[in-house]
């Protein structure tokens, strides 16, 4: 059973292009969260999704960010019109139907944005 | 709302030596407490986790006891490797109405040891 993948491991990006971040969750699992994670930071909440469905996005910038999970295939974080303070590292994190707690969550190994 | 509070690093010991790193929280219902080790480049682990009261977890050598009276859960371990060098997270999720299972984590403490 593959754990959380995250896609890519690094990107780059220049100024006022768009970044997608890409998760896979773990098999049997239909939640999916975004974590970003600014240089000598703890993680802070971004998004909670479960399939077509945006639960939580209290922890998401109002403008250029957006995330979405399809019925079929991967989450997608995208950010458009990066800028330098989008340099971060993004995790995602999965966990089965049945945990509300947080407890059976998995986190990728995370996607490291920087913006030149 | 929910908070967490770790020690400020880093922590530096020798092998062998007793490590405790201190976490505090703040939150409104009755949360479950992680602690989370991040090696360097890679993403995070579950080390334990304690979902009430008084529950010890346990991992690797690693302990932590949810105190709800001290609201309090630090990371103890009674003699570190160096192996053990990574950045160490305390984290709570709400159990409450929320039910949203999104963690709340503290803002890291790096430990390094040394042979």
């Known amino acids: 059973n593959a754990g959380v993948m995250q896609n890519p491991r690094h990107l780059v990006r220049r100024r006022g292009q768009e970044a997608r971040l890409r998760c896979s969750p773990m098999k049997g699992h239909s939640h999916v969260y975004w974590y970003r994670q600014l240089p000598e930071e703890g993680l802070k909440f971004m998004v909670y999704l479960q399939k077509e469905n945006i639960i939580d996005e209290s922890g998401m910038p109002k403008e250029r960010f957006s995330a979405e999970f399809p019925k079929e295939g991967p989450s997608i974080l995208r950010i458009q019109q990066v800028v330098r303070g989008d340099s971060a590292a993004y995790f995602c994190?999965?966990?089965?139907?049945?945990?509300?707690?947080?407890?059976?969550?998995?986190f990728g190994q995370g996607t490291r944005l920087t913006v030149v | 709302g929910d908070s967490v509070t770790q020690m400020e690093g880093p922590v530096t010991l020798s092998e062998e030596a007793f490590l405790t790193i201190n976490c505090t929280y703040t939150?409104?219902?009755?949360?479950?407490l992680f602690w989370y080790v991040q090696y360097p480049g890679e993403g995070l682990q579950l080390l334990l986790k304690a979902t009430k009261a008084d529950d010890k977890g346990s991992n690797k050598g690693f302990e932590a006891t949810y105190r709800k009276e001290t609201t309090s859960f630090h990371l103890e371990k009674g003699s570190v490797q160096v192996s053990d060098s990574a950045v160490y997270f305390c984290a709570l999720s709400d159990n409450g109405s929320s039910n949203t299972g999104k963690l709340i984590f503290g803002q890291g403490t790096t430990l390094q040891v040394k042979p």
């Open positions: 994190a999965s966990s089965p139907p049945w945990d509300h707690a947080g407890t059976e969550a998995f």
């Open positions: 939150a409104t219902g009755y949360p479950s």
